[in-house]
């Protein structure tokens, strides 16, 4: 595939981003939708390995600290737009709902999709410079013309806010489990299941600690610029090799001599 001349020079302007080494920490990290397993993974990792200075989680109603390091931010019930600023240099935006038989993540604040443009806008407000999205999608159903670029004009709205690293990851999830209100309902839905495996494996849903690990190699060495890993990197980057996988998405590739 050419290489666009145009790209590479602006890769080559681009100030390489500082690689922190284990005992580093990077300021204050916010993060939106610590919930599920991947907040979870999210959270022990960054945070509990105090990969930054202070940790703030958006919250519904007031909990108690457990980690420490993080502090929980009670969300106004006003819109997104007139919340209060908050100081933070580094953002996780997950929409990973809340595992209801935790009472601790039922707490938390969790965003809807509909609000990703209102949220970034915010984050930028209160100095945010590098922001991470995980995307979770219905696996096999996004056009393969998207899954390495901006998918929607709300992501296109928030690489225009002006953050100086933006990293998509679309990680596929498992599908919901259905409830049927009667036989001939399960009938059906048994006679489609078949389509369930025409998903290539690349496509497949890949553990949350896994996702976890790739956001957190991500924020450590992408250099500035907008990064869209598909489902597919995402699925590799999990076979093994995690860090050269990463390294070989965020880093231009040059043309041959």
């Given at each position: 595939?050419?290489v666009?001349?145009?790209?590479?020079?602006?890769?080559?302007?681009r100030?390489p981003?500082?690689?922190l080494?284990?005992g580093?920490?990077?300021?204050?990290?916010?993060?939106a939708?610590?919930?599920?397993a991947?907040?979870?993974e999210?959270?022990?990792?960054?945070?509990?390995?105090?990969r930054f200075?202070?940790?703030?989680?958006?919250?519904?109603?007031?909990?108690?600290?457990?980690?420490?390091?993080?502090?929980?931010?009670?969300?106004?019930?006003?819109?997104?737009?007139?919340w209060?600023?908050?100081k933070?240099?580094?953002?996780?935006?997950?929409?990973?709902?809340?595992?209801?038989?935790?009472?601790?993540?039922?707490?938390?604040?969790t965003?809807?999709?509909?609000?990703?443009?209102?949220?970034?806008?915010?984050?930028?407000?209160?100095?945010?410079?590098?922001?991470?999205?995980?995307?979770?999608?219905?696996?096999?159903?996004?056009?393969?013309?998207?899954k390495?670029g901006l998918?929607?004009?709300?992501e296109?709205?928030v690489?225009?806010?002006g953050?100086?690293?933006?990293?998509l990851?679309r990680s596929?999830?498992k599908?919901?489990?259905?409830?049927?209100?009667?036989?001939?309902?399960?009938?059906?839905?048994?006679?489609?299941?078949i389509?369930?495996?025409?998903?290539?494996?690349?496509e497949?849903p890949?553990?949350?600690?896994?996702?976890?690990?790739?956001?957190?190699?991500?924020?450590?060495i992408?250099?500035?610029?907008?990064?869209?890993a598909?489902?597919?990197?995402?699925?590799?980057?999990?076979?093994?090799?995690?860090?050269?996988v990463?390294?070989?998405?965020?880093?231009?590739?040059?043309p041959?001599?």
């Open positions: 595939m050419a666009d001349p145009l790209q590479v020079l602006q890769a080559a302007n100030r981003a500082p690689s080494a284990p580093d920490s990077a300021g204050t990290l916010l993060i939708g610590a919930t599920g991947l907040g979870h999210l959270v022990r990792r960054l945070a509990g390995r105090h200075d202070h940790t703030r989680v958006l919250a519904r109603e007031p909990i108690r600290d457990g980690l420490p390091g993080v502090k929980t931010v009670v969300t106004p019930s006003t819109p997104i737009a007139q209060p600023v908050l933070a240099d580094t953002a996780l935006i997950l929409f990973e709902p809340p595992r209801l038989y935790y009472d601790r993540e039922r707490a938390l604040w965003p809807e999709p509909a609000q990703l443009p209102a949220l970034a806008a915010w984050l930028r407000e209160c100095g945010v410079q590098t922001l991470a999205v995980v995307q979770p999608h219905a696996q096999g159903r996004l056009p393969e013309a998207l390495r998918a929607s004009l709300d296109q709205a690489v225009a806010l953050f100086d690293r933006v990293i990851v596929a999830q599908p919901a489990p259905e409830h049927f209100a009667n036989p001939a309902e399960r009938l059906a839905a048994w006679m489609l299941s389509g369930r495996f025409m998903v290539p494996a690349s497949q890949v553990r949350a600690s896994k996702v976890a690990e790739l956001v957190d190699v991500a924020l450590r992408a250099p500035p610029g907008v990064h869209v598909a489902p597919e990197l995402v699925w590799r980057a999990a076979q093994g090799e995690l860090r050269a990463v390294e070989g998405w965020v880093t231009p590739a040059l041959a001599p």
